[in-house]
């Protein structure tokens, strides 16, 4: 069993809806929760961390960390066709710098 | 560039041939990191410099391959005597904690 699962999908949805995408981890030590996307045949973009359990918002963007459950959350709304791309979570443990990616989920907005 | 660059962007290579791939990271990043990604999965962690120090290799799969960084600047990923399953895309990252920049990677087929 992978620490990281990600539902590979592909997730289809029409422009405007809101989008909801997770992870779940089994490794405690997990304290930076990182959301990428990745166009194709690009390098992963950072579009946002959070440190612990919580939520943060930024823009169109929010993430949100549960550690009790070991589930973590992008969510994004007002959903356009340029946020197609697939979204991998990353997560970094307190004793190593190295992160551990999910398979990433594939998106699709249809304008 | 403002960016990590990674050279060259594709690479083919013959079965038992030896390759290097080139990373320059953004300027003043102290910490670099090298990752694999399959087809259709996440990147995976190889390894991670500190400067000129290799400080985690613990993701190399073999002792084929061998990462060096010598002036704490541009590092090089070289995979000796490729294999099939070599083929992969090269991610390289610097990174001021805790976040990861990603350059566009090498993408390796060996035949």
């Known amino acids: 069993q992978k620490e990281v699962e990600q539902d590979p999908g592909p997730l289809s949805v029409p422009e405007g809806a809101i989008v909801s995408l997770n992870c779940t981890y089994s490794n405690s030590a997990f304290q930076y929760f990182m959301w990428y996307r990745q166009y194709s045949r690009k390098g992963p973009e950072l579009l946002m961390y959070?440190?612990?359990?919580g939520n943060k918002e930024d823009g169109r963007f929010t993430a949100q960390v549960d550690k009790s459950s070991k589930y973590i959350s992008l969510f994004i709304r007002d959903s356009q066709p340029s946020d197609s791309a697939t979204y991998l979570c990353?997560?970094?443990?307190?004793?190593?710098?190295?992160?551990?990616f999910g398979s990433g989920t594939r998106l699709q907005v249809q304008p | 560039g403002a960016g990590v660059s990674q050279s060259p962007r594709y690479k083919v290579a013959k079965r038992g041939q030896d390759v290097a791939l080139r990373c320059d990271p953004i300027?003043?990043?102290?910490?670099l990191f090298w990752y694999q990604q399959a087809l259709g999965q996440g990147p995976e962690f190889l390894t991670y410099?500190?400067?000129?120090?290799?400080?985690?290799k613990s993701g190399l799969p073999s002792d084929r391959f061998f990462a060096e960084r010598p002036e704490g600047s541009v590092s090089t990923l070289k995979i000796q005597r490729t294999q099939q399953e070599d083929s992969a895309v090269y991610l390289c990252?610097?990174?001021?904690?805790?976040?990861?920049?990603f350059g566009q990677g090498t993408r390796l087929t060996v035949v």
């Open positions: 300027s003043g990043h102290v910490s």
């Open positions: 990252a610097s990174s001021p904690h805790p976040e990861a920049f």
């Open positions: 410099f500190q400067n000129e120090a290799q400080l985690d």
């Open positions: 990353a997560m970094e443990d307190t004793g190593r710098r190295a992160l551990t």
């Open positions: 959070t440190y612990s359990s």
